[in-house]
């Protein structure tokens, strides 16, 4: 968990809250007795392991590697599971001319959908939450667009096709020069401006109001 | 209340009015106040013989589904026709705590696929002793467990929270409408993981989606192995197609965003990985410039439901207030209501069943001096927690903070009996 790329607030969450002290709390390490015992000192349902369940019931099948990879695309914050390829500004000018400006407009700010460029400066916050005035990981983009985008034609973008209209995007925002070309370590690497401003949730019950 | 509104009143309400069931001495409820005329519905295929007198006529044969009665026909509220768009729960209109399955409130990020269940499959991975892919026929042999829980989306109630844009014209539905209660049916999550073997060290999972967004949230592994599930059933039935089928994740008492439908990815983690809808959105700005990040649980709150706007009392006297309250930390102890614009306040009924991380509808009885006034209610989980007020919530996150308005809600009774959103009026 303690990777520079994760916010340190959020490693102090995932340590604090997060980490389980047993990796098999609970109905996994079989410590709850019986059906009909209530779980967090309610009534209201019941774990579904009784106490001679067996260790593995069996079903379901084994999932091959490249099982996995068709569907593990997500990328994480640090850059892990961005693919192979790269992309330019330029490049990704044409491909959000082609695909994205009929609903982010010419510069990213006319919308009519979410828009993803902030018209101002930082006193905005959170500036419409777009890319560069909200989002704390670059990374989010990419795994968003690839998934996601464009609306009507999603998951169509070819690998490169994605870094090259996220670095366009991102140099809408001013967070990458007008020759960038992004790849998986150059996109990993992007700064964003408000990362540090992301706090985990303090909030937990009890009569303070937070 | 505007002119037109009271021209647009229910034909039900004044038929009851003018039959006199609406008389002093009684206690009065929702049914016998009057209501706007909601959107036109069309008629239903089937409608009851038009004699008078039912005694005096057959019925209708039995029948493989059942109907509504024809003035019985509660409707989701559609915000826009779009891709990534909602529909908001008919709060005003229901009994008890469950939602009838048809009228569970809806948020898309990218419409409701089209899936067969015989071809789904939902992939568990990453850090496990043995990645797996299980059907819907390998899941629904698993011991199965079902709970009663509500599903909130965390931006439910936001349309009240503005101090320069405080509504009066707005109903439950149209501000807290992003609300359901279901009984949900299917595996908890904690057998699977238990199936595939969690590897030391993980910390999170992320549950992704077979919709058009693919759609994903990263959970901490905690609340997977707590009460976390796999559902694939919804009040009895398989999970309807807006509610996720054929398998959501379940998370009891979380924002409804995390609880991610149409599931089709489970990845075991050391972190978070960081997605769109827990980033750019579901994070909350606060006033210090911070934005909270994983504000995954829904604090308490209630409403009341009646009388709310548009209903219109007809007379002073004896009236029940009704309403909802929930928490995502558990169970509600306590609803009070104030009908003197929270000057005093008193314990309202809790109607059973009272079950944790579910609704719990709460009464009051009131006798209305037929004066203005404005009546409010707040909730009390079993942590001490007690509903806020706006400005509590303003003080602490900021008048600009988006996300998780449960603050209490307030209604002003007019002395004519018109009633509207009266937050504003305790500004």
């Known amino acids: ?210 | 209340m505007p002119d037109t509104e009271h021209t647009r009143l229910s034909r039900r309400a004044w038929l009851a009015a003018a039959s006199g069931t609406a008389a002093s001495g009684i206690v009065m409820t929702r049914w016998d106040a009057l209501k706007a005329e909601p959107p036109p519905v069309p008629p239903p295929q089937q409608v009851a013989p038009s004699a008078s007198d039912p005694t005096r006529v057959p019925g209708r044969f039995v029948s493989e589904l059942g109907t509504r009665a024809p003035d019985e026909q509660p409707r989701r509220l559609l915000r826009t026709v779009a891709l990534s768009s909602s529909s908001r729960t008919p709060l005003q209109d229901l009994q008890g705590t469950i939602t009838p399955s048809d009228l569970h409130f809806e948020r898309h990020h990218a419409g409701v696929p089209d899936i067969a269940a015989e071809e789904h499959e939902v992939l568990v991975h990453g850090m496990v002793e043995r990645p797996m892919v299980f059907r819907m026929a390998d899941l629904r042999r698993y011991p199965q467990t079902s709970r009663i829980c509500f599903i909130e989306c965390s931006g439910n109630g936001g349309g009240a929270y503005n101090r320069s844009r405080m509504p009066t014209a707005i109903s439950p539905q149209q501000l807290d409408g992003l609300l359901s209660t279901s009984e949900w049916t299917g595996v908890m999550l904690s057998t699977i993981l238990r199936e595939v073997g969690v590897r030391p060290g993980a910390s999170w999972i992320l549950a992704e989606g077979r919709d058009a967004a693919v759609m994903s949230r990263s959970v901490p592994l905690d609340k997977a192995m707590d009460d976390s599930m796999l559902a694939y059933g919804q009040n009895g039935e398989a999970i309807r197609p807006e509610q996720g089928y054929p398998v959501r994740l379940l998370l009891p008492g979380w924002e409804g965003n995390a609880q991610v439908k149409w599931l089709r990815r489970i990845e075991v983690s050391d972190r978070p990985t960081m997605t769109r809808d827990e980033t750019s959105r579901y994070t909350d700005p606060l006033k210090d410039g911070t934005s909270r990040i994983f504000s995954f649980v829904m604090d308490a709150k209630s409403l009341i439901t009646f009388p709310s706007y548009p209903y219109v009392l007809p007379e002073r006297g004896w009236w029940e207030i009704e309403g909802l309250a929930w928490t995502g930390r558990g169970r509600i102890t306590r609803v009070e209501v104030s009908t003197d614009g929270g000057r005093s306040w008193s314990d309202a009924v809790l109607q059973p069943p009272v079950l944790s991380k579910s609704t719990v509808r709460f009464r009051h009885l009131w006798n209305w001096n037929g004066r203005e006034t404005v009546i409010l209610s707040r909730a009390t989980d079993e942590t001490g927690y007690v509903q806020p007020t706006v400005q509590q919530l303003w003080d602490v996150r900021g008048e600009g903070t988006a996300y998780h308005h449960n603050h209490q809600r307030a209604w002003k009774v007019a002395a004519d009996g018109a009633v509207t959103f009266g937050l504003g009026d305790l500004l």
């Open chain 1, 1 to 210: 968990m303690c990777r520079s790329t994760v916010g340190g607030l959020l490693v102090v969450c995932a340590l604090a809250a997060c980490a389980p002290e047993e990796p098999l709390p609970r109905a996994v390490a079989g410590g709850t007795p019986s059906p009909q015992a209530a779980v967090g000192g309610g009534t209201d349902w019941h774990v579904a392991l009784p106490e001679h369940a067996p260790g593995r019931f069996g079903f379901g099948t084994a999932a091959t590697e490249d099982r996995v990879a068709l569907w593990d695309i997500d990328v994480k914050p640090d850059g892990e599971g961005l693919p192979p390829g790269s992309g330019s500004v330029a490049e990704g000018q044409a491909v959000y001319e082609a695909h994205c400006l009929q609903c982010h407009g010419p510069t990213g700010t006319e919308g009519p959908n979410d828009r993803l460029v902030s018209p101002g400066p930082w006193e905005q916050w959170p500036a419409g939450r777009t890319v560069g005035g909200y989002w704390p990981y670059a990374t989010t983009l990419y795994d968003y667009t690839r998934k996601a985008m464009p609306q009507a034609t999603p998951g169509t973008l070819s690998d490169d096709d994605v870094y090259a209209v996220v670095a366009y995007v991102l140099h809408l925002g001013g967070l990458v020069p007008a020759d960038a070309v992004l790849d998986a370590a150059s996109l990993a690497a992007v700064e964003m401006p408000y990362r540090d401003r992301f706090v985990p949730d303090d909030r937990t019950g009890g009569p303070e109001i937070r």
